[in-house]
Nanobody
């Protein structure tokens, strides 16, 4: 059974950095798009960043461009999200997700159905 498990969340002040990790037990790790999503209190879940594990194509939502970097380590089957210059509006539960295929190069991927989800990790940014 595929499992995705996020870690690395916490509470930091505005301007600081955090790195999230998502360890996955995908059977064919290099044939997935994996992404990060977040859901702030009272808001809908939104896509943040995505990467194709068979290559290095990435896609970012506009609010995080230039501040967040998504990457993966195939040997460790782990997805990362480096978050710099954090802002209070980045406060949310962050989830990782995976979907078979390679077409994660546009915002439409964020709204498509994912194959697997993690349970989330809370990130709190104070001003």
């Amino acid at each position: 059974q595929v499992q995705l498990m996020e870690s690395g969340g916490g509470s930091v002040q505005a301007g600081e950095s955090l790195r999230l990790s998502c360890a996955g037990s995908l059977y064919t790790y290099d044939d997935y798009c994996m992404g990060w999503f977040r859901q702030a209190p009272g808001k809908e879940r939104e896509g943040v960043a995505a990467i194709y594990t068979g290559g290095h194509n990435t896609h970012y939502a506009d609010p995080v461009k230039g501040r967040f970097t998504v990457s993966h380590d195939g040997a460790k089957s782990t997805l990362y999200l480096q978050m710099n210059d954090l802002k209070p509006e980045d406060t949310a539960v962050y989830y990782c997700a995976a979907k078979r295929g390679f077409a994660c190069y546009s915002d439409s991927w964020f709204t498509s159905a994912m194959d697997y989800w993690g349970k989330g990790t809370l990130v709190t940014i104070s001003s």
